[in-house]
T-cell receptor, first 114, second 115 residues
Framework: DSGVTQTPKHLITATGQRVTLRCSPR?????VYWYQQSLDQGLQFLIQ???????AKGNILERFSAQQFPDLHSELNLSSLELGDSALYFC?????????????FGPGTRLTVT | SQQGEEDPQALSIQEGENATMNCSYKTSINNLQWYRQNSGRGLVHLILIRSNEREKHSGRLRVTLDTSKKSSSLLITASRAADTASYFC???????????????FGKGTKLSVKP
């Protein structure tokens, strides 16, 4: 158990819909990362937050947005969903923003868009 | 876009044998990490090696890093059926389209250890 929690575990929704994925980082970790894992693209970095502020953006679509709240939990919002958005979405946390720290991954949310 | 690339893509061995996986990357790095993923589950951090280190051990794991060749290897000795998983190398995103601490992952090596 990494200490990172993600809800829900599974999500099935229709094209065009909007969903919210939630992540609670490990106690004491200030940095939260979101990753998407799909068969064709592999593991892709989406976005990073540190203590409530956005710090880095990766391959995140404009239809996707995220935020980190004062209690440090984070939410990833996916809108106007397309079939190609079906993937595993992981949240990870680390103590700081620097690359010398390991990241702890949550169990993921499996999103299926039908 | 991928930074690291693991080789081989798949590896099948018998229990007790050693497993070696390789990773190559494209730009300079601050550190390189290896993660394990059991089927469809979250990633588990295995080991981190800094750019000024050449070799690191953790239990049955041995990681080497050759920054001149931009490559790393992960050796699992005396493998067990429970080692069956996908293994990913990840580099920091600082010099590859990212900033700060995000990780850039390779496509992984799928290891199968047969009892």
């Amino acid at each position: 158990d990494s200490g990172v929690t993600q809800t829900p575990k599974h999500l099935i929704t229709a094209t065009g819909q909007r969903v919210t994925l939630r992540c609670s980082p490990r106690s004491g970790d200030l940095s939260v990362y979101w990753y998407q894992q799909s068969l064709d693209q592999g593991l892709q970095f989406l976005i990073q937050y540190y203590n409530g502020e956005e710090r880095a953006k990766g391959n995140i679509l404009e239809r996707f947005s995220a935020q980190q709240f004062p209690d440090l939990h984070s939410e990833l919002n996916l809108s106007s969903l397309e079939l190609g958005d079906s993937a595993l979405y992981f949240c990870a946390s680390s103590v700081d923003i620097f690359p010398s720290y390991e990241q702890y991954f949550g169990p993921g949310t499996r999103l299926t868009v039908t | 876009s991928q930074q690291g690339e693991e080789d081989p893509q798949a590896l099948s061995i018998q229990e007790g044998e050693n497993a070696t996986m390789n990773c190559s990357y494209k730009t300079s790095i601050n550190n390189l990490q290896w993660y394990r993923q059991n089927s469809g589950r979250g990633l588990v951090h295995l080991i981190l090696i800094r750019s000024n280190e050449r070799e690191k051990h953790s239990g049955r794991l041995r990681v080497t890093l050759d920054t001149s060749k931009k490559s790393s290897s992960l050796l699992i000795t005396a493998s067990r059926a429970a080692d069956t998983a996908s293994y990913f190398c990840a580099t920091d995103g600082q010099n590859y389209g990212g900033s700060q601490g995000n990780l850039i992952f390779g496509k992984g090596t799928k290891l199968s250890v047969k009892p």
